[in-house]
């Protein structure tokens, strides 16, 4: 397992499903993150009734401070242990919006997913 560098921590992103069929049991997902972020992982914990997926990516903080972000968009295929059919997709809590804005905290504040 790889340490996180000081001052990274873990950050919960927003995602879009790209494609789902209800008889496979995999999702297409978008998300992105700015040049400060590395997708880490996808989790995604299933019901009988609902799948909740969440999009964690590791974020490194800018040295000496901000400035323009550069957005990198990524695809991923998520595995389910079996097709969606009629469960609820649900989108988990985010940390950071896709404008970068903090939402619920934001990178800066502590980690949420140390």
């Known amino acids: 397992m790889a340490l996180l560098e000081p001052g990274a921590h873990f950050v919960s992103v927003p995602w879009t499903l790209v494609e789902s069929d209800p008889a496979d049991p995999r999702l297409r997902i978008h998300c992105r993150g700015d040049e400060h972020m590395e997708l880490d992982r996808v989790d995604a914990q299933e019901t009988p009734t609902q799948v909740f997926v969440t999009v964690l990516m ?3 903080p800018p040295a000496g401070g901000g400035g323009l972000a550069s957005w990198q968009q990524h695809e991923v ?4 242990s ?3 059919g009629t469960r609820e ?3 988990t809590p985010v940390d950071v919006d896709t404008t970068g804005e903090p939402a619920g905290g934001g990178p800066s504040a502590p980690p949420l997913y140390p």
């Open 58 to 60: 590791r974020w490194s």
């Open 77 to 80: 295929v998520v595995s389910l």
């Open 82 to 84: 079996s097709p969606l």
């Open 89 to 91: 997709l649900v989108h």
